[in-house]
């Protein structure tokens, strides 16, 4: 396994780790982690009783890691692909991106489909039972490890 999909395997591996060491421990096994290659479809819904990590990457780059509390559907099904749907998507962050977006033909009317044909995109799922805060600090662990180019 290499590239996108190792980078999360080893991530998750390693953050049991920093998880046990913060208190909190967690198994690698109690991640699901669902790889959609580009073209991909959206999540409809996130499942009950799970929270999340989602993530993008495009040509050897993560673009954005973000979370989804249990009660965060729209964060985790469409928001992204709407650059007006929130105040920070990877939409709105393509589209602002003047060496990205340059090079690229897209618009507002457009970006959505652009992400979903060009981009890999992951979902960490965990139990909710599990907290917020260990959720958050997945997150943070995954900015530091990945450094996306929108969470810098």
């Known amino acids: 396994m290499t590239g996108w999909k190792s980078d999360i395997e080893y991530s998750l591996s390693d953050f049991a780790t920093v998880a046990r060491l913060a208190g909190t421990p967690i198994s690698q096994e109690e991640f699901v982690a669902e790889y959609m290659e580009a073209p991909h479809k959206p999540p409809a819904s996130l499942p009950q009783g799970k929270?999340?990590?989602?993530?993008?990457?495009?040509?050897?780059?993560?673009?954005?890691?973000g979370m989804a509390g249990p009660k965060s559907n729209a964060r985790y099904t469409s928001q992204h692909y709407n650059p007006k749907s929130a105040p920070s998507t990877l939409a709105k962050s393509l589209l602002?991106?003047?060496?990205?977006s340059y090079s690229k033909s897209f618009n507002a009317n457009t970006i959505g489909c652009w992400i979903r044909e060009n981009c890999n995109r992951v979902n960490i799922l965990m139990n909710s039972a599990h907290g917020l805060i260990l959720l958050a600090l997945l997150e943070a662990f995954l900015h530091v490890r990945l450094r996306p180019r929108y969470e810098r």
């Open 51 to 65: 929270m999340a990590i989602y993530g993008f990457w495009y040509k050897g780059e993560w673009l954005k890691v």
């Open 96 to 100: 602002h991106d003047h060496d990205f």
